[in-house]
């Protein structure tokens, strides 16, 4: 088992997970509460990657990163090193890859707080972002956990994007999806399968969490005092 393959995955999965929180909290707010006639268009844009196939996103992701386009220039020039094939490449890929994983549970779940309570804090004097913070987001907690969960999970799948923004380079772009494809390359399926069911057993546990929180499976044993 390739556990610099491992260790990378996880690296990149929490890296995304915590960047999609970040920016995916004031979207998903936006979304929940904005009016704007045309929203619907930004959130077929944060959907697309639901659609697209990952070749077709990660095509234009290289185009976009690469050294000819404003974006890659400046990173070149930044950081001095082109952006593609690098894991910071490969980070931006995975946020945009997994952005509706994140930004949907967390519309709605705010979307499903009682507007009363919202329009009474508001009533009441408190800012908007008091608001969210004392308001919307603790009782959107079952929303966040998935939308963190879902977005780790998704990354750790992640194939196409990666192969077409971060190639195969061990120690740096190398995921654990890629691992198992070169693997079967080398007809090397006893190693194959072995990270293949450690991917199943991790994609169940998470799902089995995701649906347990959401459907709050706790209250059937309360605790006793």
Known sequence: MNWAAILLTLKLATSTALVLLVLGLPLAYWLAY???????LVE??????L??????????????????????RWYADLAGQPLPFTFEGLLVASILYSLPFTVQPLAAAFGSVDRKLVEASW?????????????????????????AVLSFAHTVGEFGVVLMVGGN????????????????????????????LLLLIF??????????????VWAAWPLKN
């Open 34 to 40: 904005s009016r704007w006639r045309w929203k619907f």
């Open 44 to 49: 077929s844009v944060v959907a697309l990657p």
């Open 51 to 72: 659609v697209l196939p990952p070749t077709v996103l990660g095509f234009y992701l290289l185009v976009a990163m690469g050294p000819r386009s404003p974006l890659g």
């Open 123 to 147: 009533t009441l004097g408190v800012s908007r972002p008091a608001t969210f913070f004392r308001v919307i987001l603790p009782l959107s907690g079952a929303g966040v956990l998935t939308a």
């Open 169 to 196: 380079i061990e120690g740096v772009t190398r995921t654990v999806s890629i691992d198992i494809y070169d693997e079967v390359q080398a007809l090397n399926y006893g190693t194959a399968s072995e990270t293949a």
């Open 203 to 216: 994609s169940f546990l998470i799902l089995s969490v995701v649906y347990a929180v959401n459907r709050n």
